[in-house]
């Protein structure tokens, strides 16, 4: 059972262009949801985050919008540029428990052509 | 501060042979965890450690075992490799506290083949 889902698993856009990408999912016990950026070879790092009480957090060029009725958030990136060229993954949490277990998409690879 | 270190990167091993995935944090942090990427698949939980001295199965524990040998190093053992466990694997950390922000941060990866 994929508790979260990224439906779409590539995306191209041109450079200075919105990218937008997509997750749902289907725990509605999760309270912290977070994305993370991975270039090949390398770890994932830490993009950006968004809580349950919030339905939008924006970190420069990224911002997330989460909609907990429809139990979907967005990544949306403005304008793209070249070097966003990566995998990004979401992941959601339940903040409450003693884990910090994260719940991860399976990624969108975002290509931003210039 | 180095972060997330893991040693090796690379790894080929024939089926049946063992080894020892290393991990290492220097954040002070109170949670680690192991993780395999597989294409299509996402990042999934092998297992984790919310603290020293604890550890627990993640969602595709089997074939492996961890020791949290203290707080800094976290560690994955592969005991008779198979070729499903061909992945890449990753090590991450957190300074999680219940109610509080629970960003993890990842190692490098340990890129691992098994013939």
């Known amino acids: 059972d994929q508790q979260v889902k990224q439906n779409s698993p590539s995306l191209s856009v041109q450079e200075g262009r919105i990218s937008i990408l997509n997750c749902d999912y289907t725990?509605?016990?999760?309270?912290?949801f977070l994305w993370y950026k991975k270039y090949p070879a390398e770890g994932p790092t830490f993009l950006i985050s968004i809580s349950s009480i919030k339905d939008k957090n924006e970190d420069g060029r990224f911002t997330v919008f989460l909609n907990k009725s429809a139990k979907h958030l967005s990544l949306h990136i403005v304008p793209s540029q070249p070097g966003d060229s990566a995998v990004y993954f979401c992941a959601a949490s339940v903040r409450s428990s003693n884990t910090g277990k994260l719940i991860f998409g399976q990624g969108t690879t975002l290509q931003v052509k210039p | 501060n180095a972060g997330v270190t893991q040693t090796p990167k690379f790894q080929v091993l024939k089926t049946g042979q063992s080894m020892t995935l290393q991990c290492a944090q220097d954040?002070?942090?109170?949670?680690m965890y192991w993780y395999r990427q597989d294409p299509g698949m996402g990042l999934r939980l092998i297992y984790y450690s919310a603290s020293e001295g604890t550890t627990d199965k993640g969602e595709v524990p089997n074939g492996y075992n961890v020791s949290r040998l203290n707080k800094r190093e976290f560690s994955l053992r592969l005991e008779s490799a198979a070729p499903s466990q061909t992945s890449v694997y990753f090590c991450?950390?957190?300074?999680?506290?219940?109610?509080?922000?629970?960003?993890?941060?990842f190692g490098p990866g340990t890129r691992l083949t098994v013939l």
């Open positions: 954040m002070n942090h109170n949670s």
């Open positions: 725990n509605s016990m999760f309270d912290y």
């Open positions: 991450a950390s957190s300074a999680h506290l219940a109610g509080g922000p629970n960003e993890q941060f």
